[in-house]
C-alpha cells in the first residue's frame, strides 16, 4: 500500500478550502460609527476599519474585546443602518456580516463620504 504525503502548504489549504476566500473585495477606511446590540439594549462606539458589500469590520473604542460571535447587531454610520451578525472575532475587531448586500454604488458613496 502507497501513502502519498498531505499537502500542507497554503496553496494545497487554499484548495481545500482551509484558508476562506473572500467573496467581495474590502476597501479600508476609518469610519465613526456606534455598533448597537438590541438584544442586550447596548450601544458600543468605534469606528469601521474595513467595508465590503458583505460586511464590516468594527473596532470598538475599549480595549477589550468579548466574545460576541452569533450576535445580531446594527452598525450605525452617520447615515445609515446597517444589519448584520457578529461573524468573527479577533484583536483587530469584530467581523460583521450584513443581512443584506450593499449596491455597488452604496458602497462607493460609503468610501467617498469617508475620503472627504
Known sequence: MTHTAKDTS???????GGIRNRVFARFDCDIRAELVLPDKALSLDGIVTEISRGGVKYREASSWILDRRGQSVVVRLPWVD?????????????????????????LEAFLTRDAA
Do not use: K, Q
Open 10 to 16: 497554503f496553496l494545497g489549504r487554499l484548495r481545500r
Open 82 to 106: 446597517l444589519r448584520g451578525t457578529i461573524v468573527n472575532v479577533s484583536s483587530t475587531g469584530y467581523g460583521i456580516r450584513f443581512d443584506r448586500l450593499l449596491a455597488e454604488e452604496a
